[in-house]
C-alpha cells in the first residue's frame, strides 16, 4: 500500500511538472522512477551472469551455505523488489497516454525504459533457446545410448519431446485496463493509478528458474508509438528527438539491436498527415538519425546500415505517394539521408544498395521525384568519383571491381533518365544532370576498359543534352536584340572596341544572351567539356575536344556577341592552361570580371623572363604533342566561321597566339604560329584596316620579345673573359650605315658615304673556361633558352613575310612599315652580334654563331622583299616611304660585301644571298628607278664584277645589258669593225 501511494504520488508530481513546465524538477521524478522500475540493474545482472558462465565461476559453495532464515529472507525482499518494479513500470509507460505532450525531454527517460524492457526479453529470449537446445541435444544423447545399448525404455509422447525442445512462451501479461481505456478515450486524461493495480493484469516482472525476465505486453508498447500521431505539434518534436537519441544508443552498444530504429520507422509513418511546418521538424530529425547511423564505418555494422537503407528506401516509396508532401520541397529531403549515407560510409555495399533503391525509386515513382532530382544527380556524382576514395588495404582487387561496377550501374541510370525522363530534369534540374554527367565524363580511369566506355558515352550524353538545350527543351527560345561589346560590359575591353574608325555593324538578335539564366545552363556544359579536354588519356581528350567545338559551331550563331565573350574567356582560353598559358595557372572563372583581370596578367607576362617553373612544360608534354594542335585547329576554324559576327574576339585571339609563341616552348610556338599564319592567310581577306593594325601591333611585339638581348650578359656571366677597354668595343650595336639607313634627311639618290672600317679590338685570347660534364648541364641551361628564342625566331620571321606577302593588298603602308621595323630590329641585333670578333669564338663553342647568321639572314630577306615590292608600286606615300629606307639599306650591305670582297669578314660572309637579292631587285626597277640611282650604285656594281660568285656576276651582267639599252650601248657592231677590233692591237685598242 505505502509503494502504492508513493506511485501515485509520482504520477501527480510529474502531471503538475508538465503543465507549469518545470523541466529540472520533471526529469528529477523520472528519473528516480526509472530506478525504482530496476531495469538497468537487471540489464547488469544479465551481463554479469553471462560473464561468470563464460570464466566458469564458482559461487556454488557460498549459495549452499546460506541458511534456511536467510533463503526465506532473500525470497521476500525478491518478491518485494519485483511488486515495487512491476508497478513502477506500469506508472512510468501510462505516462505516454496521460502526460505524453508535457513530457518534451523526459521522452528521453521513458523511451530508455521502454528499450531496456525489450533488450531484456531478447536477452531472456536468446537464453530460453539455448536451454531448449541444450536439453534436446542432451536427451537425443541419452536415447542414442540406451539404442545401442539393446535397452527399450519407455518413451514419452512425441508431444511432450516436442514441448522439450521448443522455446517455452512466456504467459500473455495485460497491463492495466485503466490504461487502456485512457489511451484510447483521450491522451490527456488521467485515472486514478490505484485502478490499475487492481485490475487484475499479470505483473510486468516474472520468474522463471531464479531468472528475472521482462514480460511487457507488446501491443501495449506499440501503442505507445502508433499512438505518436495523436500528440500535439510541440510534443512530437520532443518524442522524435528523444527516439532518435535512444535508438542510436541501441546501435553503439557492444551488442547493437534495432527495436528503436524499427520503431523511428513506424513514427514517421504515423505523422506523415501532419502541417508541413511539424513534419519537416520531425523529418529533420529522423533523416540526421538515419544518416548518423549510415555513416557507422564499423565493419561489425555493416548489416544495421544496409537494414537503415532498406527502411529508408521503403519510407521513400511510401511518401512519394503522398501527394501533400510531393507538392513541397519535401522529396529533396527525402533524398538527403541517401547523399549523407553514401558520402560517408566506406562499405561499397552500402553504396551499392542506394545506387539500387535510387533506380527503384525512379522507375517506379518518376513522377514524384520533382526536387528529388537534385539529390539523385548528387549521389551520381559522388559514384563518378568513387576510384578516387580510400580503401583499405585488403581485397583491393575485389573492391576496385566493386566500384568499377557501381560506377557502371549509376551511369546505366542517368543515361536512362536522360534519355527517358529529359522532359522531368529539363525545367529546374538540367543543371544537376549535366554536372553529374561531367563528372562522369572527367571520371579518372581506373583501367582502360569499361571506364574510357563510360567517359565516352558521358561525352555523348553532354552533347546530347546541349541539342536539347538549342532546340528549346530545357528553355523556351525568344530571340531578342544584342547588345555590342563595349567597354560596358564586365569583360576586359577589346583594343579593338578602342578605335573610333572602325564601324561594327550591330549584332544580329540572338536567343540565348549574357543573362544569369542562360549563362547557368550552357557555362556548366561547355566547361564540363572543357575539363575533360585536360583527361590524361588521349582519346577522351580528342572526343572532348571535338564534341566542344562542334557544339560551338552548331549553336554559336544563337549567342549574343557578350556571351561570346564569356564563352571564350571562361571556355575556350582556359583549354591552354595545359600548355602553361601565361605561365600562370588560373583558376576556373566565376564572373567576367575575373576572367578580364587573369587576361590582362597574362598580357603583362609576355615579355620571356627565365624562371625555376619553365621546365613544367616538357617538349614531350604529351597534351602538347597530341591535343593542342586540334585545339589551335578548331579555334581557328570556330574563329574564322564567325569572324564577321565576332570581331571583337580576334585580340583575345592574338593574345592566345602570341604568349604561347613566347612562351619558351619550341614546339608550342610551332604549332601556334602555324595556326596563326593559317588564320591570317585564309581568312585575312575579311579583316578591316583596325584589325590589320592589331594584327601587325600583336606580331611586331611578338618579334622584338624574341629578340635575345640577354646574350651578351650571360656570355660574360658564364665564360671568363679579360674585361675589354672602351675604345676596344664597338661604339653601338648597330654600325653606321645601318644608323644612316633611319635618316629621312638626305636625299635618297646621294647617299653619304661613310667607313665600314670597324675600330679593332686588342687582341682578345680565347675563352679559356672549360666545362666539364657536371656542370656543362647547367651552365649551359641558359643557352638553350636563347637557342630556343633563336629558334622561335626564325619562324615567326618566315611565317611574317608569307602573311605580308600573301595578304599585301589588305595591309596599309603603316602596317608593312610596322612590320619591317620590328625585322630591321631583328637585323641590326644580328649584325652587332656579327661584328663582335671577339665573340665569335664563344658563339661557335655554344652552337649560336649559326643560328645568329640564319636570324640575320633571314629578317634582311624578308625586309627587302617587302620594301622592293612597296617601291614597286605606283608613285604615292608607299613608294616615298620604301625609297627612303630601301635605298640605303641596300646601298651600305652592297658597299659592305664589295670591300671585303678580297678579305671577308665575318659580317659579310654569308650575305652572297642578300647581294643577290638586292642586284635582282634593282635590276628590276622601273626606268625612272633604275635610271636615278645608277649614279649611285655603279661604283658598287663595277667593283664586285671581281667577285668570284657566278650568281653576282650573271646579275651584274644583267645590270650592265640594261644600263647599255638605255644608253643605246647595246647595239649590234658592223662586220667590218668587230673584226678590225679584234685583229688590232690590243694596246691601241684599249688607247682608242
Known amino acids: 500500500k505505502v509503494v502504492s501511494l508513493c506511485l501515485v504520488g509520482f504520477q501527480h508530481a510529474v502531471r503538475i511538472c508538465g503543465l507549469f513546465k518545470m523541466d529540472l524538477e520533471r526529469s528529477a521524478f523520472l528519473t528516480s522512477l526509472l530506478k525504482f522500475t530496476a531495469l538497468e540493474s ?28 536467510g533463503a526465506a529472507n532473500e525470497k521476500m525482499d525478491a518478491a518485494f523488489q519485483k511488486f515495487k518494479s512491476s508497478e513502477s513500470i506500469k506508472v512510468l509507460l501510462n505516462f505516454a497516454f496521460t502526460d505524453g505532450n508535457y513530457l518534451q525531454e523526459s521522452w528521453t527517460q521513458l523511451l530508455r525504459c521502454v528499450s531496456l524492457m525489450e533488450r531484456l526479453h531478447l536477452l531472456a529470449q536468446q537464453e530460453a533457446e539455448a536451454k531448449a537446445e541444450a536439453q534436446g541435444s542432451t536427451k537425443s544423447k541419452r536415447i542414442v545410448t540406451e539404442i545401442k545399448s539393446g535397452e527399450v525404455p519407455v518413451t514419452e509422447p512425441q508431444a511432450q519431446l516436442d514441448n522439450a525442445t521448443s522455446p517455452p512462451v512466456a504467459p500473455p501479461t495485460i497491463l492495466p485496463q485503466a490504461a487502456k481505456t485512457s489511451s484510447s478515450n483521450n491522451l490527456n486524461n488521467s485515472k486514478d493509478i490505484n485502478n490499475n493495480n487492481n485490475s487484475g493484469a499479470s505483473s510486468s516482472l516474472s520468474t522463471s528458474e531464479g531468472e528475472s525476465r521482462v514480460n511487457v505486453d507488446q501491443a501495449f508498447i506499440d501503442r505507445i508509438f502508433v499512438h505518436s500521431g495523436y500528440l500535439s505539434n510541440a510534443a512530437i518534436v520532443f518524442f522524435a528527438k528523444a527516439l532518435c537519441d535512444v535508438s542510436f544508443e541501441e546501435v553503439s552498444l557492444a551488442a547493437p539491436t534495432v527495436f528503436s530504429l524499427h520503431k523511428a520507422v513506424e513514427v514517421a509513418s504515423s505523422n506523415a498527415h501532419r502541417r508541413w511546418v511539424t513534419w519537416s521538424r520531425i523529418w529533420g530529425l529522423l533523416a540526421d538519425h538515419f544518416a548518423r547511423i549510415g555513416g557507422l564505418q564499423a565493419v561489425e555494422k555493416l548489416d544495421i546500415v544496409l537494414l537503415t537503407v532498406e527502411q529508408m528506401r521503403l519510407l521513400a516509396l511510401k511518401f512519394l505517394d503522398h501527394a501533400t508532401l510531393t507538392k513541397n520541397s519535401f522529396p529533396k529531403d527525402l533524398f538527403r539521408p541517401f547523399e549523407s549515407i553514401f558520402a560517408q560510409s566506406p562499405h561499397v555495399a552500402v553504396r551499392e544498395a542506394i545506387i539500387r533503391c535510387f533506380s527503384q525509386l525512379i522507375v517506379a515513382r518518376s513522377q514524384q521525384v520533382r526536387s528529388g532530382w537534385k539529390g539523385v544527380f548528387n549521389v551520381f556524382t559522388q559514384a563518378a568519383n568513387l576510384v578516387k576514395t580510400d580503401r583499405p588495404p585488403t581485397s583491393q582487387q575485389t573492391l576496385t571491381v566493386t566500384e568499377e561496377t557501381i560506377v557502371a550501374l549509376a551511369f546505366d541510370m542517368i543515361e536512362e533518365i536522360v534519355r527517358e525522363y529529359f522532359h522531368m530534369i529539363a525545367p529546374d534540374y538540367f543543371v544537376d544532370c549535366v554536372n553529374s554527367l561531367s563528372a562522369f565524363a572527367n571520371r579518372k580511369a581506373a583501367g582502360a576498359g569499361t571506364s574510357r566506355e563510360i567517359n565516352l558515352r558521358a561525352i555523348d550524353a553532354l552533347s546530347f543534352c546541349s541539342v536539347q538545350l538549342a532546340n528549346g527543351r530545357v528553355t523556351p527560345l525568344v530571340r531578342v536584340e544584342s547588345l555590342p561589346v563595349d567597354s560596358s560590359m564586365p569583360a576586359s575591353p577589346s583594343r579593338l572596341q578602342k578605335s573610333s574608325s572602325s564601324v561594327i555593324p550591330p549584332p544580329p538578335p540572338a536567343v540565348f544572351t549574357d543573362s544569369e539564366k542562360h549563362l547557368s545552363l550552357w557555362f556548366p556544359l561547355l566547361t564540363g567539356l572543357s575539363r575533360v579536354v585536360g583527361h590524361k588519356d588521349q582519346e577522351l581528350r580528342t572526343s572532348a575536344l571535338d564534341t566542344l567545338f562542334r557544339t560551338l559551331a552548331l549553336f554559336g550563331a544563337l549567342f549574343s556577341p557578350r556571351l561570346w565573350a564569356l564563352v571564350f574567356r571562361g571556355v575556350v582560353l582556359p583549354l591552354f592552361d595545359h600548355v602553361g598559358y601565361g605561365q600562370r595557372k588560373r583558376k576556373p572563372a566565376q564572373s567576367a570580371a575575373h576572367i578580364a583581370g587573369s587576361l590582362e596578367l597574362l598580357k603583362n607576362s609576355y615579355q620571356y623572363q627565365p624562371s625555376e617553373d619553365d621546365e613544367a612544360l616538357a617538349e614531350d608534354n604529351e597534351w602538347l604533342v597530341t591535343t593542342c594542335p586540334g585545339a589551335f585547329r578548331h579555334l581557328v576554324e570556330m574563329y574564322g566561321s564567325f569572324l564577321d559576327t565576332l570581331p571583337f574576339l580576334l585580340d583575345d585571339i592574338l593574345d592566345l597566339f602570341v604568349c604561347c609563341i613566347v612562351q619558351g616552348n619550341e614546339v608550342l610556338a610551332r604549332t601556334a604560329i602555324s595556326h596563326m599564319q593559317h588564320l591570317l592567310i585564309v581568312h585575312g581577306i575579311k579583316l578591316t584596316e583596325t584589325m590589320w593594325t592589331l594584327v601587325c601591333s600583336q606580331i611586331s611585339n611578338a618579334i622584338k620579345s624574341l629578340i635575345p638581348k640577354e646574350l651578351v650578359d650571360l656570355l660574360q656571366a658564364t665564360f671568363t673573359q679579360p674585361a675589354h677597354p672602351a675604345h676596344d668595343t664597338p661604339p653601338s650595336s648597330v654600325p653606321p650605315q645601318v644608323a644612316t639607313a ?197 661604283p658598287l656594281f663595277a667593283q664586285l664584277m671581281l667577285n668570284d660568285s657566278r650568281d653576282i656576276r650573271a646579275v651584274l651582267r644583267d645590270i650592265v645589258v640594261r644600263v647599255g639599252s638605255t644608253r643605246n650601248y647595246s647595239s649590234p657592231l658592223p662586220p667590218a669593225r668587230r673584226q678590225s677590233l679584234t685583229t688590232s692591237d690590243p694596246t691601241a685598242t684599249t688607247v682608242a
Open 42 to 69: 537487471q540489464q547488469r545482472d544479465k551481463d554479469k551472469d553471462k560473464d561468470r558462465a563464460g570464466g566458469g565461476g564458482g559461487s556454488g559453495g557460498m549459495m549452499m551455505s546460506m541458511g534456511l532464515g
Open 742 to 938: 633611319n635618316s629621312t634627311t638626305p636625299s635618297p639618290s646621294v647617299p653619304r658615304r661613310t667607313s665600314t672600317t670597324q675600330p679593332k679590338p686588342t687582341p682578345v685570347p680565347t675563352p679559356t673556361s672549360s666545362l666539364s660534364s657536371s656542370d656543362s648541364g647547367s651552365t649551359l641551361q641558359p643557352f638553350k633558352r636563347v637557342r630556343v628564342k633563336c629558334n622561335t625566331q626564325l619562324l615567326l620571321i618566315q611565317a611574317t613575310n608569307e602573311i605580308t606577302l600573301s595578304q599585301y593588298s589588305c595591309l596599309q603602308t603603316s602596317h608593312l612599315l610596322m612590320l619591317t621595323s620590328s625585322l630591321e630590329a631583328i637585323y641590326n641585333w644580328s649584325y652587332s652580334m656579327s661584328i663582335r670578333v671577339y665573340l665569335q669564338d664563344t658563339l661557335a663553342k655554344i652552337n649560336m654563331a649559326d643560328l645568329i647568321k640564319k636570324m640575320e639572314l633571314a629578317s634582311i630577306g624578308s625586309y627587302l622583299r617587302i620594301m622592293f615590292r612597296m617601291y614597286a608600286e605606283n608613285p604615292g606615300d608607299r613608294r616615298t616611304q620604301a625609297e627612303l629606307r630601301l635605298i640605303r639599306r641596300c646601298y651600305d650591305i652592297t658597299a659592305e660585301y664589295a670591300k671585303a670582297t678580297d678579305a671577308p669578314t665575318p659580317a659579310t660572309a654569308n650575305k652572297l644571298t642578300i647581294v643577290v637579292q638586292i642586284l635582282q631587285g634593282y635590276h628590276a626597277f622601273d626606268e625612272e628607278q633604275f635610271n636615278k640611282h645608277l649614279g649611285v650604285f655603279y
